[in-house]
């Protein structure tokens, strides 16, 4: 087991995100609901991300204020809030099409922040029992998808071989006597061994 | 009370070769210590019942030590990452235990062709061949034996892991055309054993297994060798090999926790510390009477670097295929390719290996291949197209050893302890770029064949990123035929210091076009035999015999 007096503070990321995880004001929830509303729009019988609290997983894995952004999402409390802080009401309340135009120049302009808030929304989205539930009612190959591995596995649905096809794979291999030295192609670079032994280019 | 512990033999790292090699040591009634710079890993420490299960593989369970940035790793400096995990296991905790053999004539490249730093290894596979069947009766291989393509193999501790939706469609791609195709042999367990439960196929292996199914070497080879007595430090970070009078007598290590200095001297030490870590430990070893680093007088230390050469190949379908159950990495594999045919422009061959994808996250971000789902308006029609529709064909390519790509020590980037870090140069010889792209084709027709691919995207030659980011890493103090074309003997026995040994993925003469653990492992498991038999004879040499002369086993 990993020696506690090795990995507190913050040496490393906790499994699972940080707990309690960032608690967002209001108006931040807001903007960062709509951004995700608008990466993945809802419907076709999927929620919007709004409906199913993706912000509860993101918070966790917003590095909180004092803990260095230093691993995957790369995004900070105080960043986060900033930049959500400076979107604001305005692009909470400005419809659909100017909130796309605005994640276009966030895409162009800030492309890494607006890639880390992206990745993090895929994320979130899908790892919400509601979306999951979603594929296993619409997806022909989402239907037994489940939230997590483990515990379940997938054993009890899952295809074995056909033996009839494979009662038809035919192969060989070389056998250590009959391996023969071969001629190489004339321009391929042959390197130090065989120049000193006058083989080769 | 002594400043040091004694031993009679000293492993360095708990991975792959040095939990085989400790194991099989100790069951021999010899006194081990082994030493490893990190520590346990618990079963709840995997994220498998996380709902962030797909996230934690970019943080906690990077394959990257420069991305994880946990105190154990060292970081490594150069034009490529190499992937690696620290712990006990080693980067086994994290790899994927696709388990295939060499085949006889990768141990004879040298003759067959002998380009760039290729040589023959000193042994042949039927040499070999008792010792793979050992170390797969200890780590519990699962497997379907008939495969016309290989040498015959023993049964397995249990069948070979299902294939699913994805083994049909592929096996039948590979039917059509009349290409040899085996469903792939795997270190997991499709059948208990010991305290390791079977594999329930939830199908995401490379975060490590939670039920112990997969044989990482903290499960499979260390309970044992605990049994036996082996003392096993973790936590201990070896910072110099020490030597006297042209023999090892120890190490000293950093115990992590407390950042003391300990000494460990022993009869015979073992360096288990993997392709990167071995050639670092053993450039650090610089001292008296070795001036360019322990076991280099030849300069061959750190050099010949293989990371096979790659291509994933990711396929969409027309049909659901399911990937995201069943082991992840190896459903089956294709070596219509394998051998050399120089029509084809290039030596050596390929393995065209199927694997599967992730969870929805890792399909909206674009599988293997960066196919992201857009997002806005097209992001629904996307992901419904893509997810659960997928296979990979990875193209695992022969790579050439070629003595610039190497592992030397960074000047000035240092790890926890202070100790250098890593430096590694790696570059594809145009002989292994030829193959990729000759094998990226071969991957398309197979799909093709299967019928009804909707969409494909590609790694392009040698990876996500170039170069290629190593994971399968070999190379950097191979075995050879005299002392001037490798670092050790036929018996793993360093050429300058004879009581120095090498047993992990660095002593392979050659890569061949297939996973090394299972043969990495075997020679770590031959090498002991060794050691075991041989210890007296071996206490009593001041200078390394060549291969004709070491005594037999
Ligand atoms: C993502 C991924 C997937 C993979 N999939 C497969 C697969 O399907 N099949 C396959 O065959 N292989 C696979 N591999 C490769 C496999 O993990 C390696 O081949 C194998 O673990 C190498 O064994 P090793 O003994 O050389 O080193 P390791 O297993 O890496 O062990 C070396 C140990 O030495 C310790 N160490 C290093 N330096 C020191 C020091 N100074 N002091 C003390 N301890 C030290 C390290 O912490 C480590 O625990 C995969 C690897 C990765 C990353
Ligand atoms: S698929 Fe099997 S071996 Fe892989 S992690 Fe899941 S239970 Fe373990």
Redesign the pocket.
């Known amino acids: 087991m990993t020696d506690l007096r090795l990995t507190s503070g913050d040496t490393k990321p906790p499994l699972g995100g940080w707990l309690p995880g960032v608690r967002l004001t209001e108006a931040q929830a807001a903007v960062l609901n709509a951004v995700a509303d608008e990466l993945i729009p809802g419907g076709d019988g999927f929620p919007a991300p709004s409906e199913i609290d993706v912000i509860s997983f993101i918070a966790r894995y917003v590095a909180p204020a004092g803990t260095p952004a230093r691993w995957f999402p790369f995004l900070g409390e105080n960043d986060l809030r900033a930049r959500l802080d400076a979107l604001g009401d305005g692009f909470v309340n400005g419809g659909s099409l100017a909130r796309v135009r605005v994640m276009e120049g966030l895409e162009r302009d800030e492309s890494e922040f607006f890639v880390r808030v992206r990745d993090l929304v895929y994320h979130a989205y899908y790892s919400r029992p509601e979306v999951v539930r979603a594929m296993n009612r619409n997806l022909p190959a989402g239907r037994d998808y489940r939230p997590t591995p483990q515990p379940y596995g997938y054993s009890d649905v899952m295809d074995d071989w056909d033996d009839e096809l494979l009662s038809r794979v035919r192969g060989t291999y070389t056998r250590t006597e009959d391996v023969r030295r071969v001629m190489v192609p004339a321009d391929l670079p042959v390197g130090p061994a065989r120049k000193l032994r006058g083989e080769g280019s | 009370m002594a400043a040091y512990t004694e031993t009679d033999v000293l492993v360095?790292?708990?991975?792959?070769?040095?939990g085989a090699m400790s194991k099989r040591l100790s069951d021999g009634g010899l006194k081990v210590v082994c030493?490893?710079?990190?520590d346990w890993v618990h079963a709840m420490d995997h994220p498998h019942m996380y709902d962030g299960w797909e996230i934690e593989r970019k943080r906690t369970w990077s394959?990257e030590p420069n991305v994880r940035q946990f105190p154990e790793d060292y970081p490594t400096t150069g034009n490529t990452t190499p992937?690696?995990?620290?712990?006990v296991g080693?980067?086994?905790l994290?790899?994927?235990?696709?388990?295939p053999r060499f085949k006889p004539v990768d141990f004879r490249k040298g003759t067959e062709h002998g380009v760039e730093g290729t040589i023959d290894w000193p042994i042949s596979y039927e040499e070999l061949e008792p010792f793979y069947a050992i170390n797969d009766a200890e780590i519990g291989v699962a497997r379907r034996t008939g495969d016309p393509g290989n040498p015959v193999r023993p049964e397995g501790w249990g069948p070979a892991s299902r294939g699913g939706k994805v083994g049909h469609k592929m096996g039948s791609g590979f039917d059509k055309l009349g290409w040899h195709w085996w469903p792939a042999d795997n270190a997991i367990l499709t059948r208990t054993k010991d305290a390791r439960l079977a594999c329930n196929d939830c199908g995401f292996c490379?975060a490590g297994c939670p039920r112990h199914s997969i044989a990482s070497t903290d499960v499979s080879y260390w309970p044992a060798a605990l049994r036996n007595g082996v003392d096993l430090r973790v936590n201990?970070?070896?910072e110099q090999i020490n030597a006297k009078n042209g023999r090892a007598t120890g190490a000293t290590?950093v115990d992590r926790v407390t950042g003391r200095r300990h000494e460990v001297r022993a009869g015979a030490v073992v360096v288990?510390?993997?392709?990167i870590?071995t050639p670092r430990?053993l450039l650090m070893s610089a001292q008296n009477g070795h001036p360019d680093g322990l076991a280099n007088s030849n300069g061959l230390v750190g050099t010949h670097l293989m990371f096979h050469s790659w291509s994933f190949v990711d396929f969409w379908f027309d049909e659901p295929l399911e990937g995201f159950k069943g082991p992840e990495?190896?459903v089956l594999y294709s070596q219509e390719f394998y051998d050399t045919d120089t029509s084809r422009g290039f030596v050596n061959g390929f393995s065209l290996q199927v694997g599967t994808a992730l969870g929805a996250a890792t399909s909206a971000l674009g599988t293997n291949t960066g196919n992201l789902a857009p997002w806005g308006a097209g992001h629904r029609g996307f992901f419904d197209d893509h997810f659960g529709r997928h296979a990979l064909i990875y193209v695992q390519g022969e790579d050439l050893p070629v003595r610039t790509n190497r592992v030397t020590l960074d000047p000035d980037a240092k790890d926890s302890s202070g100790l250098p870090a890593p430096h590694i140069n790696y570059g594809l010889h145009e002989n292994d770029r030829r193959l990729v792209e000759w094998g990226q084709h071969r991957a398309r027709e197979a799909a093709d064949a299967a019928g009804g691919v909707i969409d494909t995207t590609t790694t392009g030659i040698g990876g996500i990123d170039a170069p290629p980011p190593g994971?399968?890493i070999m190379g950097t103090c191979r075995m050879g035929n005299t002392a001037e074309d490798s670092v050790t003997n036929k018996w793993n026995q360093t050429w300058d210091v004879p009581n120095l040994f090498i047993t992990?993925?660095?002593s392979l003469t050659t890569g061949a076009a297939v996973?090394?653990?299972?043969t990495?492992q075997a020679v770590a498991v031959r090498a002991a035999e060794y050691i075991k038999r041989r210890h007296r004879d071996i206490a009593s040499q001041t200078i390394t015999p060549s291969n004709a002369d070491a005594p037999a086993l």
Not at chain 2, 35 to 38: A, I, V
Not at chain 2, 83 to 87: D, L, N, Q, S, V
Not at chain 2, 272 to 275: F, K, L, V
Not at chain 2, 515 to 518: A, G
């Open positions: 360095i790292g708990a991975g792959a070769g040095g030493l490893e710079q990190g394959f992937y690696i995990f620290t712990g080693g980067s086994t994290h790899y994927a235990a696709a388990w490379l201990a970070r070896v290590y288990a510390a993997n392709s870590g430990l990495p190896a994971w399968h992990d993925a660095s996973n090394p653990t299972s990495l």
